[in-house]
């Protein structure tokens, strides 16, 4: 996500970084040059236009701090702001008795997902969610919210065959509620194409009946300029608390999220990045500025890590491969700890400095199915092969090849990158500081990891990324996707 906007501020930040002194005549056209690119990423023109107004008078009034540059100063100004924009600390949901949660938006933005999603969460937290099916107008809505909730094993009330009636159904079912022992209602309901009236109308009668404490607004992150009017329609019906982003995996210019919070005045509470019930989390607004200004989100990694990587199978793999014992059987363990953490790119944007490694990688080598590619050919190898790299002679590199359905070039790369991996990663010494993320996988480490140190946390050294990517060629400079060190590190 953010990628086009990234892209762009990086280019104006890297002529910004040179400047001796601050003046508004130097700075004019890098300003212009950021507002053009906020605009380009479907930003509101009057949010774009207030927004760099802000960071002008703060670049030219402020005293530049001694030993920093000038140009650095900007930059951090710029931070400074955008996290302001983007809500300046992260919003909580108000979970006061009795908790309700009307879920609002446009159809085929994810409302029914998303009540999914945050009902595993609550879970997840200690509460004892129940949803609600309120979408009357979708064909199919109510038997979908019953399939995701059935996946998130939670239980959901729906109305009455032939109900058409929204107010009627959600009263009957809020009285159903209160015989159940549950502390938060999620209700869906229905949206439209496109804002009209009788979804106002139908959305402030429910609004009314229900009594929310929450009313979060789901929005697509490609809904681009439109996002104004749908925000400012849907708070004017519903009075909105909170918006929840979606789809942010996907190539999304992202300006939804700077426009939605300036025009309602109301936080972005969560985001969603994919469509399975655990790809959902807080949106945290410092940390999205990080990670639209290229500097990575590595506090988000090492909680991601932690939380769906095994601790005990993780060390298993580094004893192994610092003891240089590590064969195929552990490296397909390691791919499938990574596919738990999400799609290749959107793990990797997490990693500072990763734009400008992805400008390097040819078409297509983030592309899943490569990953896929990987393991096939793994997968194609006896259990002996796989125990033992020695035995892949010639003679089983092409039935490994044919098993697999890819060519033998394909296989005898995959293990001339295992091999040079695990000679790197076997030396003592060089993996003492992985066992400082170690400490992370119960909870956050008592000292951030490095980008060196991520490795760890993902099973004890990630496999060469040339394999995952299947030849995909290294950059040449800059922070490296290497065998020595995992995601971002240097070679030792």
Do not use: W
């Amino acid at each position: 996500m953010f990628s086009l906007l990234s892209d762009k501020l990086d280019d104006v930040f890297r002529r910004i970084r040179g400047l001796s002194k601050i003046s508004e005549s130097n700075i004019a056209e890098a300003l212009r040059e950021i507002r053009l690119a906020l605009l380009e990423a479907d930003v509101d023109y009057s949010v774009a236009r207030n927004f760099v107004n802000l960071v002008k008078e703060r670049a030219i009034g402020e005293q530049v701090l001694k030993d920093v540059k000038p140009g650095e100063q900007i930059v951090k100004i710029f931070r400074d702001e955008l996290a302001k924009l983007l809500g300046g600390e992260e919003a909580g949901l108000n979970l006061t008795p009795p908790a309700r949660i009307l879920v609002v938006g446009l159809n085929g933005a994810g409302k029914t997902t998303t009540c999914a999603k945050l009902a595993r969460r609550l879970k997840k937290e200690g509460h004892k969610p129940v949803l609600v099916a309120c979408d009357l107008m979708r064909p199919a809505a109510v038997d979908q919210l019953v399939t995701l909730a059935a996946q998130v094993e939670t239980p959901v009330l729906t109305p009455q065959p032939g109900e058409k009636d929204a107010v009627r159904a959600v009263r009957d079912a809020l009285r159903r509620v209160d015989e159940l022992e549950h502390d938060v209602v999620i209700i869906d309901t229905a949206g439209r194409q496109e804002v009209d009236e009788a979804l106002i109308d139908e959305l402030r009668r429910v609004r009314r009946e229900v009594q929310p404490q929450e009313v979060l607004l789901v929005a697509d992150a490609a809904t681009g300029q439109q996002a104004v009017q749908v925000a400012h329609a849907f708070h004017e019906a519903a009075g909105i608390t909170g918006i929840v982003l979606t789809k942010l995996d996907g190539d999304a210019r992202g300006g939804a999220a700077l426009s939605m919070r300036a025009v309602t005045g109301q936080p972005v509470k969560f985001i969603g990045e994919g469509e399975k019930p655990d790809m959902f989390g807080p949106f945290v607004p410092q940390r999205m500025a990080d990670r639209i200004l290229g500097m990575g989100d590595i506090v988000g990694l090492v909680e991601k890590a932690a939380e769906k990587i095994d601790q005990e199978s993780a060390m298993n793999s580094m004893t192994r491969m610092m003891s240089g014992e590590f064969n195929f059987e552990d490296f397909l363990s390691q791919m499938r700890m990574m596919q738990k953490l999400g799609p290749l790119e959107g793990l990797l944007g997490l990693l500072p400095g990763f734009s400008k490694i992805r400008k390097q990688l040819p078409q297509g080598a983030l592309d899943p199915k490569r990953l896929k590619h990987t393991e096939a050919i793994v997968l194609s190898m006896t259990r002996a092969e796989r125990s033992n790299d020695k035995l892949l002679i010639p003679s089983r590199r092409r039935r490994i090849a044919k098993g697999a359905g890819v060519s033998e070039i394909e296989v005898n790369r995959l293990i001339k990158n295992f091999r040079e991996m695990k000679e790197m990663m076997g030396g003592k010494g060089k993996n003492a500081a992985l066992m400082k993320a170690m400490q992370g996988m119960k909870g956050m480490p008592a000292e951030m990891p490095t980008n060196a140190d991520l490795s760890a946390l993902m099973g004890g050294g990630m496999p060469d990324m040339d394999a995952l990517f299947q030849g995909a060629a290294r950059p040449r400079r800059g922070p490296g996707l290497n065998s020595a060190a995992g995601f971002g590190g240097r070679r030792r």
